[in-house]
């Protein structure tokens, strides 16, 4: 488990966060730079819809499956052997992903990517936190947060740029030099953590949670393409979901050594920024999801420009994790988070006022208001919920931080998707009703000719003017529930409590 403040350096220590941060950012990297390249991967394969989706779906079901061992592993091994071997097998699979010559081989290695992967990011924290002293931990969030929250922006522009300029396989070779990199800095400043030979492993615990993660994350991946309770198979993952999930809860408590330990849940720091994390993991990556399709379907824009609107927001977002981390320790930190969450909701506010005339400055605009509330959300958040836990249970706690991130993340993505869908039917068939011959605006001498009902192409043409109008307004609408959704928290800021004063130091 994790240690006390370690004493390095200033060189050391800069040179442990130049390692951490390249190891944090090609795990997050990896979350979103093959989505862009999936219409390609599908083309090479000769694959399906259904079959190239695995291509994300193993990653992020393996990633969620490892996440919570994470503790373990870092205590019955060391933190140093864990994050060496977490870097050096996620930087060898890359490569292996990219030589794939099927998509069954591309679905394994992914696998094996998620899995190795799932540490590096509850590793990451864990160490900067250990690295840096209690009154400096909120420059070591920002930091950290730049990897972690910076990866999945970016990822989508570098995506397309070298699916566009080489081919598909570049996204996962990519990894290789940031992975190399990685694991010479931290094979060479990471010092080691004891080791804890006689640490007993909750081999039942875990099994029940891996099945629960595992089947949540299928059905919410597979939910809505099978359109939810209506499929057999989405009713079964849900029941073996909740079945095993209320299982490993009774397990926990009442097990005497369980998976994860109960005192850990007793730090009510911990306990709210779970739940804030939660609901951040929902806007961070549900906005990215939501966003691309709206600037490519609905307003014709090509891939490359797509990335490189969606980029800003993440210069957004840096700027303020490196005010902010000079901030926290200046003021209040629940009310930075306050700060934070207003501009957040503001710019979904400005989101779903989008039009299909909005021009590109206003996209630009409210992508880097975006990034730049979240960063004054996520660097606070982390310094507040880790700020009153013990040394021995930050590598345990990371990890289900992390972990409930990403479950927020695939929650919040499937929630928003499945509205959307159903939002546009339901708009769709309220504008339909309103189309009939009897109209005098549709005989208007002004309308265009191709939307002439009285021909079969008129008909066509105007029908999908309305699916894309009915599209725009499904979109306005889902972001108005994420605005509604950043600002549910705000009455927890109340629960947490200020970090503990420092220590004073002994002339």
Same mark, same amino acid.
């Given at each position: 488990m994790s240690e006390a403040t370690i004493s390095v350096t200033p060189l050391r220590r800069a040179l *442990?966060?130049? @390692?951490?941060m390249l190891a944090t950012i090609i795990q997050t990297l990896d979350q979103t730079i093959a989505n862009v390249a999936l219409p390609n991967i599908q083309g090479s394969m000769s694959a399906t819809q259904d079959q190239v989706s695995w291509v994300l779906? /193993?990653?992020? *079901?393996? /990633?969620?499956?490892?996440t919570p061992v994470t503790g373990f592993l870092a205590g019955r091994f060391g933190r140093k052997t864990l994050f060496l071997l977490s870097v050096g097998g996620f930087t060898v699979v890359s490569i292996l992903c990219g030589m794939a010559t099927n998509l069954t081989e591309l679905v394994i #290695?992914?696998?094996l990517q998620g899995a190795f992967g799932a540490s590096l990011v509850p590793l990451s924290q864990s160490l900067l936190l250990d690295t840096y002293p209690?009154?400096?931990?909120? @420059? $070591?969030? $920002?930091?950290w947060g730049m990897g972690v929250m910076v990866g999945p922006i970016l990822g989508p522009t570098l995506g397309g740029y070298l699916t566009e300029m080489y081919n598909w396989r570049w996204v996962f070779y990519i990894n290789l030099p940031i992975g190399a990199l990685a694991f010479l800095g931290i094979m060479a400043t990471v010092p080691e953590t004891r080791k804890q030979a =006689?640490?007993? #492993? =909750?081999? #039942?615990?875990f099994a029940l949670l891996s099945i629960g993660i595992g089947a949540l994350q299928l059905m919410l991946d597979r939910g809505n393409s099978e359109d939810w309770l209506s499929s057999t198979e989405i009713m079964i993952e849900g029941m073996i979901a909740g079945l095993a999930l209320y299982m490993f809860l009774v397990h926990m408590f009442t097990a005497t050594n369980p998976f994860l330990r109960p005192a850990l849940f007793r730090n009510s720091n911990l306990v709210i920024g779970l739940i804030f994390t939660f609901v951040m993991g929902i806007i961070q990556l549900a906005a990215m999801v939501l966003l691309p399709p709206f600037l490519q379907h609905l307003m014709g824009y090509p891939v490359l420009t797509v990335g490189y609107v969606i980029a800003p927001r993440g210069i957004g977002m840096m700027v303020s994790m490196m005010l902010v981390g000079r901030l926290v320790g200046k003021f209040d930190a629940r009310l930075l988070i306050l700060f934070g969450l207003g501009i957040t909701a503001f710019s979904m506010w400005q989101l779903s006022q989008f039009t299909l005339q909005v021009d590109m400055y206003t996209i630009l605009q409210t992508g880097v208001l975006q990034g730049f509330g979240l960063g004054f959300v996520f660097v606070p958040l982390n310094t507040l919920t880790f700020s009153r836990i013990l040394p021995e249970h930050r590598t345990e706690g990371t990890a289900i931080f992390s972990l409930i991130r990403n479950l927020g993340s695939s929650i919040g993505i499937s929630i928003m998707m499945t509205l959307l869908a159903r939002y546009t039917q339901a708009n769709h068939a309220i504008l339909a009703a309103t189309v009939t011959p009897f109209r005098t605006v549709l005989q208007s001498p002004w309308l265009p000719d191709a939307w002439n009902i009285g021909t079969v192409s008129g008909v066509t043409a105007l029908d999908a003017e309305l699916t894309r109008q009915a599209a725009a307004m499904a979109y306005s609408t889902d972001f108005m529930i994420m605005m509604v959704v950043c600002l549910a928290p705000i009455p927890f800021l109340a629960l947490l409590r200020p970090p503990p004063p420092a220590p004073a130091k002994s002339t």
């Open positions: *442990i966060t130049g @390692s951490v779906t /193993s990653y992020i *079901i393996a /990633s969620a499956v490892a #290695f992914r696998l209690p009154e400096k931990h909120g @420059s $070591a969030m $920002a930091l =006689d640490l007993r #492993f =909750d081999m #039942f615990g």
